[in-house]
T-cell receptor
Framework: AQSVAQPEDQVNVAEGNPLTVKCTYSVSGNPYLFWYVQYPNRGLQFLLKYITGDNLVKGSYGFEAEFNKSQTSFHLKKPSALVSDSALYFCAVRGRGSTLGRLYFGRGTQLTVWP | GAVVSQHPSWVICKSGTSVKIECRSL??????MFWYRQFPKQSLMLMAT?????????EQGVEKDKFLINHASLTLSTLTVTSAHPEDSSFYIC??????????????FGPGTRLLVL
């Protein structure tokens, strides 16, 4: 079975400080991993993905994530948080053998960046 | 690039009426589209997966006769909520996936449709 865990419902960080939003996954075989961001009353915006290659993936708006196979983690990071980064963040996983391309989402982490 | 639109962005309807929501991929061809439902402060719940030209695959517990999905072309999928009731009120989000080029394997999401059934 495929699943994603985002252990923190809420992450609070001061503007200018580094931020980390945690994600661990469970999937058979090698995964495709994704991060999305959702602003209020909006759909999800794609931030970045890991498919293969370099474990450190860089994405939109200065975000990056590191794939750690041994820890089955894909934590989202940013060196310096902005107030405008405040939003709901979703981690998602898809198994490579999935013919339908279904994504399994975590429950989301609300990031609040304080000025 | 990779823009997905949804129409309408919000709709209010009377109980018993049907509502159609459109999902379009604007700058790529979507071989697969997905429909999700999201409740306040919760994650996305996959309702169904549709491939162009074939019947949609519904998730367990989703009534296919109530939530009709049509994926008529590589850029358009529609979700029709038939005989809507207040419990159908929710935020509906579609996504589209292309298997070609650098966008492969990534789902791109529409902005969502807020449905309120009175």
């Amino acid at each position: 079975a495929q699943s994603v865990a985002q252990p923190e419902d809420q992450v609070n960080v001061a503007e200018g400080n580094p931020l980390t939003v945690k994600c661990t996954y469970s999937v058979s075989g090698n995964p495709y991993l994704f991060w999305y961001v959702q602003y209020p009353n909006r759909g999800l915006q794609f931030l970045l993905k890991y498919i293969t290659g370099d474990n450190l993936v860089k994405g939109s708006y200065g975000f990056e994530a590191e794939f750690n196979k041994s820890q089955t983690s894909f934590h989202l990071k940013k060196p310096s948080a902005l107030v405008s980064d405040s939003a709901l963040y979703f981690c998602a996983v898809r198994g490579r053998g999935s013919t339908l391309g279904r994504l399994y989402f975590g429950r989301g982490t609300q990031l609040t960046v304080w000025p | 690039g990779a823009v997905v639109s949804q129409h309408p962005s919000w709709v209010i309807c009377k109980s018993g009426t049907s509502v159609k929501i459109e999902c379009r991929s604007l700058d790529f061809q979507a071989t697969t589209m997905f429909w999700y439902r999201q409740f306040p402060k919760q994650s996305l719940m996959l309702m169904a997966t549709s491939n162009e030209g074939s019947k949609a695959t519904y998730e367990q517990g989703v009534e296919k006769d109530k939530f009709l999905i049509n994926h008529a072309s590589l850029t358009l999928s529609t979700l029709t909520v038939t005989s809507a009731h207040p419990e159908d009120s929710s935020f509906y989000i579609c996504s589209a996936q292309s298997t070609s080029g650098g966008r492969g394997e990534t789902q791109y999401f529409g902005p969502g449709t807020r449905l309120l059934v009175l």
